[in-house]
């Protein structure tokens, strides 16, 4: 249960950031994945450097938002007015470009960050025993939804993203730079796979291919939660995150085939997702 | 005029530069450096590529999970003569491919419910589905993480002489022959009528559904086409390697596809197999003669971002585009004729109008005709806002009906619930003594009903004709029909439907001329030539005035008038001077409700239609 728990947080987070994505600009970032495994690296390049792990999770997630930020200005914006096929196909190759330029520098081989000092042994919770740092990340990644949460729903930002989901085209005319919002955006999105790739890298470890398992596991969440919507990745995350726990408790081998089963479900009873928006399709 | 020697010049070319390139390759490639394993790797990719081409470049579907029907064709294969159950290679194969398009037919119903990004992500999932069901439930059949190795390679027995394919250049001809019936067959597909409603699907697939076509069955063959053609490929890795290798499933394969399909160019059919060559030279060259190592592939990543932003057609695209550059830098007047054209078109009379003009104007309205649609009491609303509300219409066989309102009087809305794109929220709507409440769009346009649109919906990457037989065939072949391999010449009746509403819109001039390159007036009346190429009983006009010059708008009510000849039409426009001189009855909507009806003189002499318009500013 807590496993699922801890997974599903970081499906939750990761997703939102593809969500928030495809919701605002339209682009469904294939290179999504890979911001993750990025996220993860950055994180473990400034551990090395500082050995504070704090200081590793804000350097790579702004390391990350800088990285969509630059992504988004020099790539993905060409990118809006041609056909959805073309998106993808380009988010596709950047995705493999990261994918390489990280091997070419760290090689194939795992890396590994130490869970901190105070996220070490494990914590008696009455009824088992569980280890500390996972508990963190299920509070870590709770506290990274919520600000999420809050600058989508409190902030002036917030807004106009949410009314970009509604009508992109609306929102340009009301004379808004969209372009900036885009390009923020693709960056918050970005980040927010930075952020669960560090906060997650001490639970696995680090190779260059991590994040396509990852990007397919997001595409789940998402198909299951509804695409562009913020709640349904969250719930999406959370419902895949026990689906792929519990049944790895029974038979390992079919939790991912559980998981696809569950999609597949979806689709058949309600092909918008659970909490899908009724606009883009 | 032979349509078969129109619609594709030079008829068996590709078949036989094809025949030629493949007897020839074995004699030319080890010159360049290609060892024969690599050009029999090379044939697999093409002839898996050739099925994800008409999916992706051919129908506008871009699928990133043809790894599962590779893996499938090629483990069943597998599976079956390693266990000894089939001795056969060849039926081995046949085995697979039916397996693996069985297996395409599932999926397809279930990814298709969807399209652009969500279709992508499912078949994303439903291939790393099938990657982890080879890998644990069934790895018992196939080997989990290692496989089946022992794949026999095949044995003939042809008047007595036993042959045996080996390896290299003896598995070349076995493999050449494949992709060669793969080639013949694609080519076949996409110049038949499906092939045309195929990317009449990528260009516009609601158009292509509102012309009468079944849209999601013809995407289903789409998806089931690659699924066979990936079976194949896959049963054939197989018997190349002696060994069905686990990776067949995986996410990279269907990336590898996708990448090399896009490399060497998308919707070409030789664009796979172009772009293998280019993938497995560049991984030979980069790793061994470079000595760049595993990151090659960097290299290759940065090259196809660079590929999708600027060379949108790959390398056949690109080679296309130079030659088209080339031949325009020598003769440059006709290219610049043909622009201007659209203008030019307007000063000169139109003789295919002109000659059916003038029809013994207004006929008068046969109250004796029985009614050949009647809504009653049509309602939409949209949460609180009500579009249309109790609308009670009849058009009469024969009548030629004007629809006028001002902006927002929901004569669109009322259009789209008469063709049913859209479903009222209450009230009836029967077509010829049929009713026709909440069918599709799709079956009312093949009973005989159908709309040209306010905006252009046209197929626009297709020439004039191409959109007009797209029209005809909906008409003539029904809303499904499996003639994959039929020659659109051969459907009677087509060539003439095309030529007579290219004639009847006047745009016969223009016929090899693709949409993209037409002129706003002439994209007008292809509009209403789309609509009326589906030969339609009753035949609805939104705005066909819409954006033209005067002049434009004379030749257009000229035109209207010829084709309502034995038609019956209901015409929706702002301009109420067109519309008094066409139509013998017309329809006044205000605030989503009939506000007048009666004929031109009647309305306007109507003192709540002033009102309406002029807001009782210049009332009498």
Known sequence: MFNGLVLGALLALISSGLTIIYGTLGVLNLAHGAMFMLGGYAGYVVFQATESFVLAIAGGALFVMAAGLLIERLIIRHFYDRPPEDQILVTFGLAICIVELVRFFFGSLSRSVPPPPWGAGVTNLGFMLYPTYRLAVVAIVAIALGALYFVLYRTRL????????????????????????????????????????????????????????????????????????????????????????????????????MLFAAMTLVLLLRPRGLLGARSRD | MNTSRRLHPRPFLYEALTALGLIAAPFVLPHLGFAPNTVNQILVWGLFGIGFDILFGYTGLLSFGQSAFYGTGGFIAAYLLTQNILSSVMLALLVGTIGAAVVGLGIGVLALRRTGIYFAMITVAIAEMFFFIENSPLSGYTGGENGIPGVPAPRFEIFGMRLEVGTGWSMYWF????????????????????????SAIRDNPVRAAALGHSVERYKLVAFVIGAVYAGIAGGLLGVLQGFMPPDAFTFETSGQLVMQTVIGGVGTLF???????????????????????ASWKLVLGVVFVLLVVFLRHGLIGGIKDLHRWLRREKAPESQVDDGADGLAAMDRPMPGIVDAAAPDRPRERDEAAGPILTATALTKRYGGLVANSDIDFTVRRGELRGIIGPNGAGKTT???????????????????????????VTDVCQLGLTKSYQVNQLFSRLTVRQNLTIAALA??????????????????????RVEHAMELVDLAGRADTRVSALAYGEKRRLEIGLALATSPVLLL????????????????????KSISRGRTMIVIDHDMDALFELAQWITVLQEGRILAEGTPDEIKGNSSVREAYLGGVLAP
């Not at chain 2, 009322?414 to 599709?440: A, Y």
């Open chain 2, 175 to 198: 493999l050449a022959a494949f992709y060669f019936l793969g080639i013949v067959l694609a080519l076949r597909i996409v110049r038949s009528p499906v092939g045309a409603i195929l």
């Open chain 1, 158 to 257: 917030g807004m106009i993203v949410r009314a970009g989901i509604e009508d992109a085209v609306m929102v340009d005319s009301l004379g808004i730079n969209v372009f900036r919002v885009f390009m923020v955006v693709f960056g918050i999105g970005a980040m927010a796979a930075g952020f669960a790739g560090i906060v997650n890298a001490p639970v696995v470890s680090l190779t260059p291919d991590m994040g396509e398992a990852i990007l397919v596991q997001t595409f789940v969440v998402v198909v299951i939660g509804g695409v562009g919507s913020f709640p349904g990745a969250i719930l999406g995350g959370l419902i895949a995150g026990q689906i792929i726990s519990i049944t790895s408790m029974i038979n390992p081998g079919y939790a991912y085939v």
């Open chain 2, 475 to 496: 008409d003539l072949r029904g809303r499904f029909r499996l003639d994959l391999f039929r020659n659109p010449a051969h459907i009677p009746g087509l060539q003439e």
């Open chain 2, 414 to 440: 009322f259009f789209k619930m008469l063709t049913c794109e859209i479903h009222p929220t209450s009230g009836t709507i029967e077509f010829e003594g049929r009713d026709i409440t909440g069918r599709s």
């Open chain 2, 541 to 560: 006009l939104d705005e066909p005035l819409a954006g033209m010059s005067p002049r434009e708008r004379v030749e257009t009510v000229r035109l209207l």
């Open chain 2, 271 to 293: 664009g796979p197999l172009l772009g293998a060559t280019v993938w497995l030279f560049l991984s030979d060259f980069l790793q061994q003669s470079v000595g760049l190592g």
